[in-house]
């Protein structure tokens, strides 16, 4: 079992930090040359880091377009914050002052994260014109991510294992050196779930996490007259014109 783990975990670390990188990559490398920022946008550089930090803390446009989603998506990306920020005990040798301030909110934010996804999932399934949209895989993906969050919160609550086994497993292997994860069912699967996300993670929708800082309508100064984009043709009739 800890062998499994241990090239599991490697190939899934592999595959998200590589598919992540070349997405992101390729994200860059995509251009964007007509303005078309939604209004009203900044007029400055500083002006657009602002807003993009607006939006990838307090989802600002999904607030004025959509309350109800807002809330359920806040719910669940505050928990998973808190959560993931909680996680990274397991790959220090001494917990951090931020790891431990959060230390007391575990529980309270895995039941956000879970219960978040449920509102979201149900949403899917409960509202007719969101239903008709829907794909497999968006049920899948949220299915995935419940079935994480339950899964952990029912080793907190539940079924307790042996968290320092588990740290000792994935600080030993950040060294390349194995050490005994503990026979617990329950954390097998956690950890099952948790690696099939990272392998799924660069080729699904949740890339929208690093696509939100490469969306044109966000990214750009509204500067349409001093930066006017013309294609090359249209460059050249100008040129003639002039």
């Known amino acids: 079992m800890t062998?499994?783990?241990?090239?599991?975990f490697m190939v899934a670390t592999l595959v998200m930090v590589v598919g992540l990188g070349?997405?992101?990559?390729?994200?860059a490398r995509t251009p964007a040359p007509l303005k078309i920022p939604t209004t009203p946008a900044p007029l400055t550089k500083p002006g657009v880091a602002f807003r993009l930090g607006r939006e990838?803390?307090?989802?600002?446009?999904?607030?004025?377009?959509?309350?109800?989603?807002?809330l359920f998506?806040?719910?669940f990306h505050l928990g998973l914050a808190v959560v993931l920020?909680?996680?990274?005990?397991?790959?220090?040798?001494?917990?951090?002052?931020?790891?431990?301030?959060?230390?007391?909110?575990?529980?309270?934010?895995?039941?956000?994260?879970?219960?978040?996804?449920?509102?979201?999932?149900?949403r899917r399934v409960v509202i007719e014109r969101i239903r008709y949209i829907t794909g497999k895989s968006d049920i899948l993906m949220l299915v995935l991510l419940?079935?994480?969050?339950?899964?952990?919160?029912?080793?907190k609550c539940l079924v307790?294992?042996?968290?320092?086994?588990?740290?000792?497993f994935f600080t030993g292997l950040m060294g390349f050196e194995l050490r005994p994860l503990p026979t617990d069912p329950l954390l097998a699967v956690h950890l099952l779930?948790?690696?099939?996300?990272?392998?799924?993670?660069?080729?699904?929708?949740?890339?929208?996490?690093?696509g939100l800082f490469f969306s044109p309508t966000r990214n750009q100064t509204d500067t349409p007259r001093e930066h006017r984009h013309l294609c090359d043709w249209a460059a050249k009739l100008e040129e003639k014109r002039s």
């Open 3 to 8: 062998i499994f783990f241990a090239i599991l």
């Open 56 to 70: 990838a803390l307090m989802f600002e446009s999904l607030f004025k377009g959509n309350k109800p989603l807002w």
């Open 146 to 155: 419940i079935a994480i969050g339950a899964s952990g919160m029912a080793m």
């Open 85 to 122: 920020i909680r996680h990274v005990r397991y790959f220090e040798t001494s917990v951090g002052p931020l790891v431990a301030l959060v230390q007391p909110l575990a529980q309270p934010a895995g039941l956000a994260m879970v219960a978040g996804l449920l509102l979201l999932l149900a």
């Open 73 to 75: 998506a806040m719910i």
């Open 193 to 210: 779930l948790v690696a099939a996300l990272m392998i799924i993670f660069p080729f699904s929708k949740l890339l929208h996490a690093p």
């Open 160 to 168: 307790h294992t042996d968290i320092v086994a588990v740290k000792a």
């Open 22 to 27: 070349l997405k992101i990559a390729q994200y």
